[in-house]
């Protein structure tokens, strides 16, 4: 493959599962002297990541560019592309140094906002991409928000050239509620980051009592994520005599951090619940856990489950979750085939949570680290099969 030049275009680069999965193609990419890629980056502030590292090898440049006004989200977007472009291209232009703004790929891989939008419009690029992360026709079913700014910033979706989808289960949802896109997709799923599992298989085990049956949650504690159904399982399981016991480990923050708060006050839950907000490598209570439990309402493919899976802890999902797995499973499942799938999916997950056993041991480093290099080389292989359709 002869070198190929991509432009992505982010708007944060925050917590969340999409900066997740940029950061770690990102890693990949810096390996890879057949490709340069310049990062535009439209909201400097929190930012979670190391970029620095991204950068030390030369081929990938960050940059960071004015993000625009709030209320260009409730514009139409042909009326935000009139208003805004030429301020677009004047900062990708400044932020280039006067460079050439040809490249061969323009990604959009934030995917809503019009900031990024626009900057895949702004460079000279063969082939224009838009990333699909997540079901969107259940989003737009459930968030009064999103659905409001789909109602804007649609139009854009007949710009793209191709759409690169985190799962097979995204692709008709997409499809569904956006029938003037184009109807080019390949799939292209989240990446996991080698370094993260590089350093929990490194790092002492977290403390985590031996004698419990030790269950783990990560995410955003939001309406997507399914909080209220998070609080539910740990009241059920907690009151049934199954349960004594258990012990809920939840990882992450967000808009229903205080629910939370107030659910385990309320029940008397705090020994048998721990918060430990936002981590930087959750992977160490994940590896040390007996079971990962997801009680999202919808999902692109789920970058964390597909964590827990690499570390060989049983992933237990609800049924509708199923179509953003796929055929993943089969990277985290052993070769004689007599293990069970690491992927559990049930209707009742207070129930599966109480018929979980307590895992006699974790899995060997050595196999964790073929899991992920397996997985990450056919994620990788998707991506560069993007590549050559410019």
Known sequence: MSEKRIAFFQYDMQVGGIQHSLYALLSRI???????????????????????????????????????????????????????????????????????????????????????????????????????????????????????????????????????????????????????????????????????????????????????????WVGCLNHQKGTDILCDVIRTACVDDAGKDLHFTVIGTGPEHKKMWSFIEKHSLADKVSLKGTLKNPLPYILNADVYLSTSRYEGQGISMHEAAALGTPVLLPTHLSPYIETEGKFFCSDDGEMEPIFRFTDKLAEGVLATPKRESVIDPFEIREKVYGYNNAAYGQFLSLLELA
């Not at 090898?57 to 139409?76: A, E």
């Not at 799962?167 to 509620?177: A, H, M, N």
């Not at 590089?198 to 009592?209: G, I, Q, R, V």
């Open 30 to 216: 810096k390996e890879d002297k057949d490709i340069c890629a310049d990062v535009f980056i439209n909201h400097p502030a929190d930012v979670f990541y190391d970029l620095g590292k991204l950068e030390d090898t030369g081929n990938i440049r960050i940059f960071f560019t004015r993000p625009l006004p709030y209320y260009n989200r409730l514009m139409n977007f042909e009326n935000a592309k009139a208003l805004y472009m030429d301020q677009i291209k004047a900062d990708i232009f400044d932020a280039l140094n006067g460079g050439p703004m040809d490249y061969d790929l323009a990604l959009d891989f934030n995917s809503y906002q019009n900031d990024c939008a626009l900057g895949t419009l702004a460079v000279n690029a063969s082939m224009r991409i838009c990333w699909i992360h997540n079901d969107v026709q259940k989003k737009l079913a459930q968030e009064k928000k999103y659905a409001v700014l789909h109602h804007f910033f649609k139009e854009k979706y007949g710009l793209y050239d191709v759409f690169a989808a985190v799962s097979e289960g995204v692709i008709l949802p997409f499809r569904k509620v956006n029938p003037g896109a184009k109807e080019n997709n390949i799939i292209c799923r989240n990446m996991l980051d080698e370094m993260l599992f590089k350093e929990a298989l490194s790092l002492p085990s977290p403390y985590t009592d031996v004698k419990k049956r030790n269950v783990v």
